[in-house]
């Protein structure tokens, strides 16, 4: 695990310290450490293995899209309309957390589930500190 870590830290600073133009291959490097964590904690069966990962890939991409949908500027321009539109799409990722939850544990169990979204928080957390050091 300690060796696992040094390379998150190397893909962390890769992402501070190249180009913008470079900064594609590093999300990817990053995206590469965050599947490696998730496979090492989870302890993925074979025959689990596939099923999980395009469970987990089509939830991804679900929910980036909502989270990019909740960054961009609104179009309204009215505060009201502007706050009725975040609680949907925060309602979105829910709903879709729901569902998936349920398609994971076809596949996976309750302990695995659990440690997904403990890894998932870990690794998002890592990532925080590790490009705001001052926090």
């Known amino acids: 695990m300690k060796s696992f870590t040094s390379i998150l830290v190397l893909c962390f600073g890769l992402l501070l310290t190249r180009p913008a133009e470079a900064q594609n291959q590093d ?14 904690r989870l302890n993925l069966t074979t025959e689990q293995a596939p ?17 990019r949908q909740l960054r961009k500027p609104s179009k ?46 870990m690794f998002n957390k890592m990532l925080i500190d590790r490009l705001n050091p001052q926090n």
């Not at 890939?57 to 909502?66: L, Y």
């Open 27 to 40: 999300r990817q490097k990053i995206e590469s450490a965050k599947i490696g964590l998730i496979t090492n």
């Open 51 to 67: 099923q999980f990962w395009a469970i987990y890939n089509e939830f991804s991409d679900k929910r980036r899209d909502i989270t």
């Open 76 to 121: 309204s321009g009215g505060a009201i309309d502007d706050l009725n539109e975040s609680v949907e799409l925060k309602q979105k990722l829910v709903d879709l957390e729901k569902e998936y939850n349920g398609k994971f544990l076809r596949v996976i169990s309750p302990q695995q589930l659990q440690e997904l979204h403990n890894t998932e928080r």
